[in-house]
Structure formats: C-alpha cells, structure tokens
C-alpha cells in the first residue's frame, strides 16, 4: 500500500506527487516551514493528506520551538499554525488537523517537552485514524453501490486514491473494496485538468495494483456515459457544508450534472472530517484560485498566444441536490442527513 505522508527517523517523509507518474521520489520535512510550502506547491496534496502532513506539520514547529514557558510555547504554535492555515485555503481537513493539534496543546497541563511528545502522538494517531478511515469509506461505499448482474465500472475525478489520504484512498477506496471483492470491471478516470492529477496519480495507482483503468478526457465523460459504460461516478472532497453541498477539484460539478441527466448515481466519498458544520452551504466555502501557468504550460511547453487573460479557481461546489449519497466512516447518508453520519453506521 502506498503512505504518502510517513514519520521517520525524525523527519517526515512525503511522496513528490509533483514527480508522478514518471519518477518516484520522497522528500524529507524537517522543519514547519518546508511543510508549509509542500502543502503549497502540492507535493503532498488531496484534503485527508494534507491534514495528516498539517498535523505533522505543527509538531515540527513545536519541536523548533526553544523555550520551557507554556505560555511562550503556545504562543508560537499559533504562529506556527497560522503559517499552515495560509497554505490551501479550501480543504477543511488542513483546519481540523491544525485544531485538533492545538487543542491538544493547550489541554496537557505538563511541561513543554511533554506538549511537544504528546503532539507527535497526536500526529501519528490522526495518520492512523485516516488511513482506518479510508478502509471503512471503501467498504461502506461498496455496500452502496448499485447492484447490477455484471461486475461494475465506476468513473472518477481527480485523485482521491492513496495519495491523497494517509493510505488506501476515499474515492479509491470504494474501488478498491470493489476490486477486492471481485465487484469490479474496470476505471475510467478523468484525466482532470488543469494539473491532470487522474491522469498522472490516479491512473498510476490503478497501475501499481494491477486494477484496470482506461483515462479520458473531462470532456468525455457525457459521452461515455450515453454509450452506457459507466455505472457509477465516485470522486472525494476537500469540504462539504452542513446541507451536503460538496466542494471538490474542478471539474465535478459539470460532472454531476452530466450524471444527474443519464441517471447515473454520483456519489462523494470522505471522512466526517471532511464536513464543516459551521457552514450552511456551499455559496460559504472558500475556492482557492492558483497560478494560472497550470493553465496555460504543460512542462516546458506553452499551449496559448500571449495577451490572453485566465481564471484558474482550483475547486468548485457541487450542489447537495446532484449527490446520490456521501460515503463516510460511518455508513453512506443522503446529503440532507449528514448529521445522522456522527451517531449512526447505516444508510441514512
């Protein structure tokens, strides 16, 4: 199985998913700061995982740290965690983790140095609590999927596979589990423009584990479907709101609504952390706009005239109305009924 984020020897090691799919290579973190600009520049990307290496993230700013008063101590982790928050300002999971991690600071009555210990311990737990997370989205999403005579073929959007969680994958989860379970025909994923992160990571872990994948332009996508070679449509998200309204890679909500209109079940897939309640809808999540050369330049290559203006919004929002049902840890709920996703484990 792939770890994209992985604590060793004192550093923390990531997967440049920058260098995918034709060199595999790790990069070593050992300071907040060079995590920082790693979550920026998306050599650890995909919410789940972003979060895992925030959290990671806020240890090594605690370790660099060099004082015995708390209340100094704490005071610089806010710093630090101000400098995480910078980075990508649409995966709530990169919030949650970097909570999660102050919380526990300001709750250890100890000294420093036991702060500091206790934050590494909080690091790792978060690693293991996704990638668990991750198994029971793939298993609860196979339950969910349509029931048809024939092994199924499922389309996806972007990378939500290993790469993008701390193992295993949301949206590649639930492929995995139907891969497992002998559910599954084949893949056809979105090459997914502008960074082509179907094209480049998802289509690689399909490689890497011997799962049939066919890649497609997103503009194919309708017509595959006409032709009826789709079953299904499973992608991840970065933050859904309180009434189910998802925000992912660009692209899914023209995905959706293609879906929507050959009646094809589209489904979301992603941890309870993944849901902010503190917005009521989509129309409140902030969408990241990054630099347009990922527009307009393929490796040393530039695609368009000069003059030309961009707009390169790296999310957008798809309404609740369009999902068939989001896949979490706990089981998979109607968007209207997420609130069901914290008490029970059953459809909803």
């Not at 492929?175 to 998802?202: I, M, N, Y």
């Not at 489904?267 to 990054?290: C, H, K, N």
Request: proline share 5%.
């Amino acid at each position: 199985m792939l770890y994209p984020v992985v604590w060793h020897n004192d550093s923390v090691v990531l997967i440049d998913q920058t260098r995918l799919p034709n060199e595999y290579a790790a990069v070593e973190i050992h300071r907040s700061e060079d995590m920082a600009e790693a979550i920026r520049t998306m050599i650890v990307r995909g919410a789940p995982a972003i979060g895992v290496a925030a959290a990671y993230g806020m240890y090594l700013g605690a370790r660099e740290i060099e004082t015995d008063d708390r209340q100094v101590f704490l005071e610089k982790l806010e710093q630090v965690a101000d400098l995480l928050r910078s980075t990508r300002p649409t995966a709530v999971n990169l919030f949650w983790a970097i909570g999660r991690m102050l919380k526990t600071a300001y709750e250890i009555l100890g000294t420093v140095a036991e702060i500091k210990q206790t934050l590494l311990e909080t690091a790792q737990a978060i690693q293991l609590e996704d990638l668990q997370t991750c198994q029971a989205i793939g298993d609860h999403g196979l339950a969910a999927l349509p029931k048809t005579p024939e092994k199924l073929t499922l389309l996806t959007h972007c990378n939500a596979g290993a790469l993008a969680t701390a193992g295993y994958g949301t949206a590649l989860g639930v492929v995995r589990s139907a891969w497992r379970e002998g559910r599954l025909t084949r893949v056809f994923a979105d090459e997914t423009r502008p960074r082509l992160q179907g094209a480049k990571l998802t289509a690689w872990e399909c490689v890497q584990e011997g799962i049939p994948v066919t890649v497609i332009t997103d503009n194919m996508a309708a017509h595959c479907m006409k032709q009826g070679l789709i079953h299904a449509v499973v992608v991840g998200a970065d933050r859904i709101a309180a009434n189910g309204d998802t925000a992912n890679k660009i692209g899914t909500y023209s995905l959706a609504i293609v879906a929507k209109a050959h009646n094809i079940p589209f489904f979301v897939a992603a941890p309870l952390s993944t849901v902010d309640f503190e917005l009521a809808d989509g129309s409140q999540i902030p969408i990241e706009e990054r630099n347009p050369v990922e527009i307009y330049q393929v490796g040393d290559t530039v695609l368009t005239p000069s003059g030309v203006e961009f707009y390169n919004p790296a999310f957008d929002v798809t309404p609740a109305e369009l999902i068939t049902a989001i896949i979490t840890e706990n089981g998979a709920f109607a968007p209207g009924n997420l609130v069901c996703a914290y008490s029970t484990g059953t459809v909803g």
